[in-house]
């Protein structure tokens, strides 16, 4: 069985001595209730629940998956008991205003949170994880009304959210959106069309779900100018807030698909629905913006999770296993052979997911501190600050989903490899989080959906790569302060030649372009895990600075702690980073060995 442990020396290690978090909390409104006595009870509050409820139910929760019945989902055993828990304990709205029933605690503290839930349990994450978005697209777009109606059920986690986008042939491309939305005499809506791949669209742990839906007006202009936003409930509230009658909105089956069976993901069909008018008409793709910036932050969480869940299930394994000698000699001689972790080759494929997951740890919970920014922003009703922050996010956003997730598949790889024949055996769970981290480079805009945005929106569109100079300038200021300290050296010189190169390789794939357009979707890949092993390198950089330091002055973890680190950046260094020479090289040749056959000459059938 699959088993979790919340890795909190190392959550501790980033919040308290990497980025400083209490410092940090100082410049937010809300960040007097998150001092350092509340944010060690929310870590341990959290990990007894995720350890202790949400991971014994998870592989079981797969074997049985979600049950669907002439419209109505039932979750897997233990499932409601778990849900009820979490939201009797507060945990949804930890991050959300007391007026609305909330903790009001920084956002960064709701990603850790999911963090640990995710890891625990993924597909049961999923469902108080899509309410997520329901909530900050109604705190930042609703009215007055809305707030007041929406918010507090779906804070305290009385009701639950969806994001209603994708449709059938209309996925990434919502030019071809179909749904439509008729105005009705009381300023009302009427939703008519179907939804698919929606999750947690239907199920049995609460009484009522909040859709928020995409949809076109009658008079709307074509093409993505023309797509506005609407909350659809499942049953509709009356004025005080509480349920009233069934809306038209029902779920015509749920998908059978490789992973995450036990969140139902549902067809929706919305026949003649009430909905009601979500920010401005025609501009429900820029609030639509608000959910997708949350989710995939929320998928490169989920990227962690297995990343963290595999790694700690073929760690185990690795120091047990035992098969022939160590190359080195004879390490266990009073056992027939040594343990597996001896090998080099095992020891390769550990590091390399120890590597990625405390690395895209120091990822995230740094970009956690803008999403704090941008959720005062939001409560504040700043636009101006709202629009900066978002700005900060947006850059990181598609290497968070897209680089982070695109490893936790290797990682998860890694994991059924160590197991050997059992890592493709059920009973030991190494296939099912191979299973359940396939989909994270799927869901909330493929990896080449966020290498196009990364690459031909954020880098060469707006700006002219002026995102890279200016990240580039921040590892090579922070450079700077280490280029005579020995222990550094190597670091140091390698991320100043890796800027260079990066902004050598940006500029060349703006000249590129003028002529060769297909060279943005050509090299997008390339450029999106480039960008993000250097990105994930200057976090391993920085985190061997600080453990350095704590070696020699002393820290709040034992110096076994800080010396893993070490080590763990230097094979990060040496075997994880050389991969950016092949990505390098890749991005800048031609499209034309990519755009040069004819579609009849992909394959000779006949």
Known sequence: MLSYKAPLRDMKFLINEMFDYQKHYQTLDNGKNADAETVEMILQGFADFAE????????????????????????????????????????QGISYPEEFGGMNLPMSLNLIKSEMMGTANWPWAMYPGLS??????????????????????????????????????????????????TPNEDGSYTITGSKIFISAGEHDLTDNIVHIV??????????????????????LPTESGEMGERNAVHCGSIEHKMGISSSATCVLNFDGATGYLLGEPNKGLKAMFTYMNTARIGTGVQGLAHMELAFQNALPYAKERRSMRALSGTKE???????????????????????????????????????????????????????????????FTPIIKGFITELSIEAAKH???????????????????ARDARISTLYEGTTGVQALDLLGRKVLLQGGGKVIRDYTAGIMKWCGEYALDKEMRKYVWALTKLCAEWNMLTARLLLTARKDRDIVSAASDDFLMYS??????????????????????????????????TQTAEFYFDKILP????????????????????????????
């Open 52 to 91: 202790n409820v949400l991971s014994p139910i998870y592989q079981p929760a797969d074997e049985e998956g979600c049950h669907f019945n002439d419209g109505q989902v039932t979750t897997p055993k233990g499932f409601k008991e778990a849900y009820q828990q979490f939201a009797e304990g507060g945990w």
């Open 132 to 181: 997520i978005g329901a909530v900050n697209t109604i705190l930042q777009y609703g009215d007055a009304t809305q707030k007041r109606i929406y918010l507090p059920k779906l804070v305290t986690g009385e009701w639950s959210g969806t994001m209603c986008l994708t449709e059938a042939g209309c996925g990434t491309d919502l030019n071809q959106m179909k749904t439509r939305a």
């Open 214 to 235: 995409l949809a076109r007006l009658p008079d709307a202009p074509a093409g993505t100018k023309g797509i506005s936003l609407f909350i659809v409930p499942k049953f």
């Open 333 to 395: 001689p009073n056992q027939a052979a040594d343990a597996i972790i001896h090998h080099a080759d095992v020891r390769r494929m550990l590091l390399t997911q120890k590597a990625f997951a405390e690395g895209a740890r120091s990822m995230i919970y740094h970009t956690a501190r803008y999403a704090d920014k941008l959720a005062e922003a939001v409560v504040k009703g700043d636009e101006a600050a709202i629009k900066q922050w978002d700005d900060k996010l947006g850059f």
């Open 415 to 433: 994991g059924q490899q160590i197991y050997g024949g059992h890592g493709y055996i059920k009973e030991a769970g190494m296939e099912l989080i």
């Open 532 to 565: 993000g092993y250097v990105m994930m390198a200057y976090h391993w950089a920085r985190m061997a600075a600080v453990s350095f330091d704590k070696l020699k002055h002393g820290g709040e973890q034992p110096k076994e702690f800080y010396l893993a680190k």
């Open 579 to 606: 991969r950016t020479s092949a990505h390098a090289e890749s991005m800048t040749t031609p499209s034309s060995s990519m755009m040069q056959m004819q579609i009849e000459h992909f394959a000779f059938l006949d």
